[in-house]
């Protein structure tokens, strides 16, 4: 599987990354000067004891003068004191802000994913997208976390390359004595130029194979997906414990293992990368090691050669050698570099690509008035609606007025329309025509988050945190003890409360304390609806959050909600009519449509109605 990549021009590889570098300096700015003093002070920093050492071998094998030589050693360990302490202190500074690199980059992700409208949330081709992405980066570290090591790289390689320089410079420009006789030829001008060239070829080659060595793991970079997302999901059933009834009954080990124990899945000994280990990668490799070699054996052989003919003394041999060595890996690492971001320029293009999907629903900027008589009213005006991608009508024609502090039921078979009917009262989507008001206005004209204040709402698909009760139950850190008991106690988690060891400071679940308290399904359910209660929002809507339940403790638990919610205007859905019997009005949903609407007893009376119909074809669950 070959990742399609279109080629890119160096204004287009050095601009992502320019984007890139910004906006991770806006996100962590101590993490990226960090790294770049980090950086600098340790590629520039081995050239003074390269220098210094230089010194004190040519004094050594030459002037001999003990004073200089105490001199020069005193100013060498003065300044390699100094320079550990300096790299100590920023090697710490770097160290620390490291810790936190993953999660900030993370971070990009989640407030990106946090901001979006819950339509683009909601689109499968965006969620895949974001799996796409986020799986390279598992699996080959693609993308914008490369970024910083590939800034490290490139900023140590250019000030090792510009150190180096004027350590070296003098390697070309020092001549033989003229009574050198043949060696004199290392005086002459092409000669330097062909040793020159040499070097430069080698310093270009050994880079240039190792990134085309590398560049199978970009091009083939789906292949290795691929292979991690299987290894990711079959790799680990094990772990599962959710999975281990099943795995034991079916052997589901067995084919597991198919995936996992494949000797042609992508890792394995006969996968693709083996192979191209064995193969071209594999020769590369070789190829960018062999000339490193050539590298170093013409360097030593100039530099030998021209001091054995007097150009200059022992001393200078070492400088040379070390000087000139580090300033061409300093070239080959800049040019590895710049082919590791040409490699990673796709990646980063599928990053921006998702940090950019706009958020097409309109924002408002009206607030919503705080009204301590909850008086609050939202109709919709023939509200009609299709998905994103879809042709067919998920509510047609809705119209419907919330009358302040009434209990209204939404009933209806499954997939009538019920939850999407709420999903457009809490404006997670937008009408595709008609439109809904609050107290008269289109609630697209408010500020969405002021608006999503009015809701309180347990969906069927809730979630607690793994975190202490209390604070699951008000969401925060900071909180109404008082009340979220009270709001518990209400929601019928009073005696489980009392049992509870810490009470509100109790853990749910065991993820981050091993004394946390594994809730059940029921149990959960009342902690939901005491969240909802602990905001105390005039709306208060509950979307099946009781299908787990039989019909008869959630027609109990519905009738008792009925009692607690005070002067709020409380919606119920479900598809279980008995639980909603109690409602002022039942509203009842049939293929996108409100076919019917009144109360329990005059929706019953009309027999060729649908409620009557699901009624008769229910029954059976609760006349016992
Ligand atoms: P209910 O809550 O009554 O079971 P829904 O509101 O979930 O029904 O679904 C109404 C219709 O919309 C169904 O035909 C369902 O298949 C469709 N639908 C629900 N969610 C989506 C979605 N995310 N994308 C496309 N169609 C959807």
């Not at 059933?237 to 084919?255: E, H, P, S, W």
């Not at 109990?556 to 607690?564: A, G, L, Q, R, V």
Request: proline share 3%; charged share 20%; glycine share 8%.
């Amino acid at each position: 599987m070959k990742n399609s990549k279109k080629a890119h021009t160096w204004k287009q590889i050095f601009q992502i990354y320019w984007r890139a570098i910004k906006l991770l300096s806006h996100v962590y700015p101590q993490l990226m000067i960090s790294r770049f003093l980090c950086t600098v002070w340790t590629a520039l920093t081995p050239y003074v004891n390269i220098y210094l050492s230089a010194l004190i071998i040519e004094e050594m094998s030459g002037g001999r003068n003990p004073r200089r030589l105490l001199q020069l050693v005193g100013i060498t360990l003065l300044l390699a004191g100094g320079i550990s302490l300096g790299t100590a202190f920023l090697t710490k500074w770097k160290n620390v802000q490291e810790a936190c690199h993953f999660y900030k980059d993370e971070a990009i992700f989640s407030k990106k994913l946090f901001d979006m409208d819950f339509i683009c949330i909601d689109d499968a081709k965006v969620q895949e997208q974001f799996d796409i992405l986020k799986q390279y980066s598992y699996s080959g570290g693609w993308g914008i976390f490369r970024v910083v090591s590939n800034c490290d790289s490139l900023i140590s390689s250019v000030f090792t390359f510009l150190g180096g320089i004027p350590l070296t410079i003098t390697l070309f420009t020092r001549k033989v004595p003229e009574s050198a006789g043949g060696y004199r030829i290392l005086n002459n001008a092409l000669f330097l130029l062909l040793v020159f060239g040499v070097m430069l070829a080698v310093t270009y080659l050994a880079p240039i194979f190792s990134t085309k060595a590398g560049s199978y793991w970009s091009t083939y970079a789906g292949a290795h997906r691929k292979g991690n997302l299987l290894f990711g999901y079959f790799g680990f059933t094990g772990y599962n414990k959710d999975l281990a009834a099943d795995m034991r009954i079916y052997r589901q080990d067995v084919f597991s293992d198919k995936y996992t124990g494949d000797k042609k899945g992508a890792f394995c000994s006969q996968g693709m990368f083996a192979k191209f280990g064995r193969g071209p990668m594999g020769l590369l490799q070789a190829a960018s090691a062999a000339v490193s070699v050539i590298f170093t054996a013409v360097v030593y052989l100039f530099v030998c050669l021209k001091a054995w003919a007097g150009a200059f003394g022992v001393g200078a041999v070492t400088q040379y050698i070390a000087a000139i060595t580090k300033a061409s890996s300093g070239v080959s690492t800049m040019i590895a570099t710049v082919g590791n971001m040409k490699n990673n320029t796709p990646f980063l293009e599928q990053v921006f690509d998702f940090l950019d999907i706009p958020n097409p629903m309109y924002q408002g900027s009206l607030t919503v008035e705080k009204r301590r008589d909850r008086d609050y009213e939202v109709e919709f005006k023939n509200v009609s609606f299709k998905y994103p991608g879809s042709d067919n009508w998920a509510l047609r024609n809705v119209n419907m007025k919330f009358k302040v502090g009434s209990r209204m039921a939404v009933v209806g078979r499954n997939g009538s329309g019920k939850t999407t009917f709420i999903k457009l009262l809490c404006r997670l989507y937008d009408p595709t025509e008609g439109e809904i008001l609050l107290n008269g206005i289109n609630i697209r004209k408010y500020n969405y988050l002021d608006y999503l204040m009015i809701f309180s709402v347990v969906f069927q698909d809730f979630k607690l945190f793994s975190l202490k009760l209390g604070e699951n139950v008000a969401s925060g850190v900071e909180y109404d003890r008082e009340l979220a008991e009270d709001c518990l106690r209400k929601a019928g988690f009073g005696e489980r409360l009392a049992a509870m060891p810490e009470g509100l400071d109790t853990y749910l679940y065991k993820d981050f304390n091993k004394d946390g308290v594994d809730v059940s399904g029921g149990e959960a359910q009342k902690i939901a609806l005491a969240r909802a209660l602990y905001k105390d929002a005039p709306f208060i809507v509950l979307d099946e959050p009781t299908a787990a339940l039989d019909p008869i403790a959630e027609a109990e638990i519905y009738t008792k909600f009925n009692d607690i919610v005070d002067d709020k205007t409380a919606i119920y859905i479900s598809h279980r009519l008995s639980s909603c019997k109690f409602c002022d009005e039942i509203a009842v949903f049939k293929d996108g449509a409100v076919v019917q609407k009144g109360s329990h007893s005059t929706l019953l009376a009309d027999e060729g109605g649908e409620y009557y119909e699901l009624w008769h074809a229910q029954a059976q669950y609760y006349t016992a």
